[in-house]
């Protein structure tokens, strides 16, 4: 069965300096993953992907993930925080020969402190 | 253009009420979908329909009834609903598996927050 864990409820860093949200994951064939945003009252708005190739995802607003296989791992990351990336963020996964069903991990909530 | 739009952005409606609410996309997504999503936490997946056809039912209550009239729009039909049924639904499209090189990444409405009475 698929899952996706967030393990940080919230992840709280200053402004400027950079910030990781962590996501792990676990599917039985090749993986789709997905970063998603939610400003409060909004929907989820799509940040980046990795299907396939480099590692090393860079997707909207600076942000950028890093796909790791053998630690079955997609953190988000961001080299200098703004307070406008506080947010609630969501990982998600499905099978890349899967239905179109997403697995969404439990949110994470980034305070960006100026 | 990358929106998917969702009416009404509120409502509240008595427990013994119809009432529908309404998603519409221009991307020429062939899947849509509907979310629940309770306060903090993620979305939960109800219905997909793909290619105007109903993919996947989550076990969601008779009193949820979706429709799909084109491949442009994506209702809810609502009756008879309960008070934990309050919250914010979320309508998503993306490219069907059809799409040469589909990667599948889901585009959001803003939502209509459900208040049932």
């Known amino acids: 069965a698929q899952s996706v864990a967030q393990p940080e409820d919230q992840v709280n860093v200053a402004e400027g300096n950079p910030l990781t949200v962590k996501c792990t994951y676990s599917?039985?064939?090749?993986?789709?993953l997905f970063w998603y945003v939610q400003y409060p009252n909004r929907g989820l708005q799509f940040l980046l992907k990795y299907i396939t190739g480099d590692n090393l995802v860079k997707g909207s607003y600076g942000f950028e993930a890093e796909f790791n296989k053998s630690q079955t791992s997609f953190h988000l990351k961001k080299p200098s925080a703004l307070v406008s990336d506080s947010a609630l963020y969501f990982c998600a996964v499905r099978e890349a020969s899967g239905t179109y069903k997403y697995i969404f991990g439990t949110g994470t909530r980034l305070k960006v402190l100026a | 253009d990358t929106e998917v739009t969702q009416t009404p952005k509120h409502l509240v409606m008595g427990m013994t009420n119809k009432k529908s609410l309404k998603c519409e996309q221009h991307?020429?997504?062939?899947?849509m979908y509907w979310y629940k999503q309770k306060a903090k936490k993620p979305p939960e997946l109800m219905f997909v329909?793909?290619?105007?056809?109903?993919?996947i039912n989550e076990s969601v209550p008779s009193r949820f009834s979706p429709e799909c009239p084109n491949s442009s729009l994506l209702n809810l039909h609502l009756h008879a609903l309960q008070p934990e049924d309050s919250a914010l639904y979320l309508c998503?499209?993306?490219?069907?598996?059809?799409?040469?090189?589909?990667?599948?990444?889901?585009?959001f409405g803003p939502g209509t927050r459900l208040t049932v009475t």
């Open positions: 991307m020429g997504h062939r899947a």
């Open positions: 329909y793909s290619y105007e056809k109903l993919s």
């Open positions: 998503a499209s993306s490219r069907g598996t059809r799409s040469e090189g589909s990667s599948y990444e889901q585009y």
């Open positions: 599917v039985s064939g090749n993986p789709y």
